[in-house]
């Protein structure tokens, strides 16, 4: 199947900065990719869809100035977490779908945790 | 909007024995409906899928039901193994490509040897 790559898997920052999460299609292009946020023993919340060449769109209550999303190419997605806070530490999840395959499967990434201190 | 329930939300089972978890959603144009397996500190894994023209698929030990009807889905675990434990997610969502899913709260299934 399609591969889906995250990069950092996990990062500790100090409150205030921000932080970077790659997400990268490895075998495929993908003009759409989903990010996700899991809090410990919770489902997988959507936060945004990225959308190659034009603006994420963002689910309601995430702040857009808050997670900005880059979506440059059709292999690759960038989440950035600004002035991040403990509140944000969370497990983040990126996915997306290999149209070319036509079953509409989606592919995750596999996580970045990240623990602000 | 799409709106899924999953049942139970921890399922302990003896190896060996079959593991059930139940889904319902409430839109009835909801027409995909994919399994994921998370391992900790893992990102999901497809583990099978059913569409709405079919009411069963089944791959090996695992095995999905579908209920179109009263809008609830299945996922069906036969001779469970260790490994099998895991949290599993049922998700739905209307159409193929492009659509977002709507996941299920996740069941944590452990399997004891």
């Known amino acids: 199947g399609a591969v889906v790559s995250q990069h950092p898997s996990w990062v500790i920052c100090k409150s205030g900065t921000s932080v970077k999460i790659e997400c990268r299609s490895l075998?495929?292009?993908?003009?759409?990719m989903f990010w996700y946020r899991q809090f410990p023993k919770q489902s997988l919340m959507l936060m945004a869809t990225s959308n190659e060449g034009s603006k994420a769109t963002y689910e309601q209550g995430v702040e857009k100035d808050k997670f900005l999303i880059n979506h440059a190419s059709l292999t690759l997605s960038t989440l950035t977490v600004t002035s991040a806070h403990p509140e944000d530490s969370s497990f983040y999840i990126c996915s997306a779908r290999d149209l070319a395959l036509g079953t509409g499967e989606l592919f995750f990434g596999e996580g970045s945790r990240l623990t602000v201190l | 909007g799409e709106n899924v329930e999953q049942h139970p939300s921890t399922l302990s089972v003896q190896e060996g024995d079959s593991a059930v978890i139940k889904c319902t959603y409430s839109?009835?144009?909801?027409?995909?409906f994919p399994w994921y397996k998370q391992e900790l500190g893992k990102g999901p894994q497809l583990i099978i899928d059913i569409r709405s023209n079919v009411g069963e698929k089944k791959d090996q030990r695992i095995a999905v039901t579908l209920n179109k009807t009263a809008k609830h889905f299945s996922l069906h675990i036969t001779e469970t193994q260790p490994e099998d434990s895991a949290v599993y997610f049922c998700?739905?969502?209307?159409?193929?490509?492009?659509?977002?899913?709507?996941f299920g709260g996740g069941t944590r299934l452990m399997v004891k040897p």
């Open positions: 998700a739905a969502s209307i159409g193929n490509a492009g659509n977002m899913l709507t």
């Open positions: 839109d009835s144009a909801s027409n995909y």
């Open positions: 075998d495929f292009q993908a003009t759409t």
